[in-house]
T-cell receptor, first 111, second 115 residues
Framework: GQQLNQSPQSMFIQEGEDVSMNCTSSSIFNTWLWYKQEPGEGPVLLIALYKAGELTSNGRLTAQFGITRKDSFLNISASIPSDVGIYFC???????????FGGGTRLMVKP | NAGVTQTPKFQVLKTGQSMTLQCAQDMNHEYMSWYRQDPGMGLRLIHY???????DQGEVPNGYNVSRSTTEDFPLRLLSAAPSQTSVYFC??????????????FGSGTQLSVL
């Protein structure tokens, strides 16, 4: 089935560094979402994007909806240890449709 | 606030055994769904429901059954467990169709091992 390609698969960074990850697809999505999953928990929605080119922030997190509607990007500035987790992108083709998830980016932050 | 509650947290089964994973939400959400999470594969939709009495298949429905007799509950049944069903299972709900549909609230997961 359709899957989103998420990269990198994992990152090990120093506290204070900025982080960038992306999600690409061969087909168009009209909604892009970013979730974070902490160990032993389910994913939690971080940011939702509804319009091509849209740039949305949530604290130190900024996500962008690619203008081609086939990709999305998530940046985390000045990382801290509690940023550790798996970050998932998800796309939705149209309202009410099921979500398609990427494989996740595992982020590890060294204090 | 309880949100989405899944039980059990962990389960070990032998091949061929059956069991039911429980999911309950107390937010009066219309939409409920089950996902499985496998390393590097993200989350894949098994079954979903848009309201009581209505269910439909997702991306990977084989080997699983669901029912939705009430708004609150959405159990997932494994009829004859297979090792390929070893995974972490998440139940998720959202308020309604449309733009709110993507605002999924996830349970904390059930880690299932089939030997």
């Amino acid at each position: 089935g359709q899957q989103l390609n998420q990269s990198p698969q994992s990152m090990f960074i120093q506290e204070g560094e900025d982080v960038s990850m992306n999600c690409t697809s061969s087909s168009i999505f009209n909604t892009w979402l970013w979730y974070k999953q902490e160990p032993g928990e389910g994913p939690v929605l971080l940011i939702a994007l509804y319009k091509a080119g849209e740039l949305t922030s949530n604290g130190r997190l900024t996500a962008q909806f690619g203008i081609t509607r086939k990709d999305s990007f998530l940046n985390i500035s000045a990382s801290i240890p509690s940023d550790v987790g798996i970050y998932f992108c998800a796309g939705q083709k149209y309202a009410g449709n099921m979500l398609t998830f990427g494989g996740g980016t595992r982020l590890m932050v060294k204090p | 606030n309880a949100g989405v509650t899944q039980t059990p947290k962990f389960q070990v089964l032998k091949t061929g055994q059956s069991m039911t994973l429980q999911c309950a939400q107390d937010m009066n959400h219309e939409y409920m769904s089950w996902y499985r999470q496998d390393p590097g594969m993200g989350l894949r939709l098994i079954h979903y429901s848009v309201g009581a009495g209505i269910t439909d298949q997702g991306e990977v429905p084989n080997g699983y059954n669901v029912s939705r007799s009430t708004t609150e509950d959405f159990p997932l049944r494994l009829l004859s467990a297979a090792p390929s069903q070893t995974s972490v299972y998440f139940c998720a709900s959202s308020p309604r169709q449309g733009r709110a549909n993507e605002k999924l609230f996830f349970g904390s997961g059930t880690q299932l091992s089939v030997l």
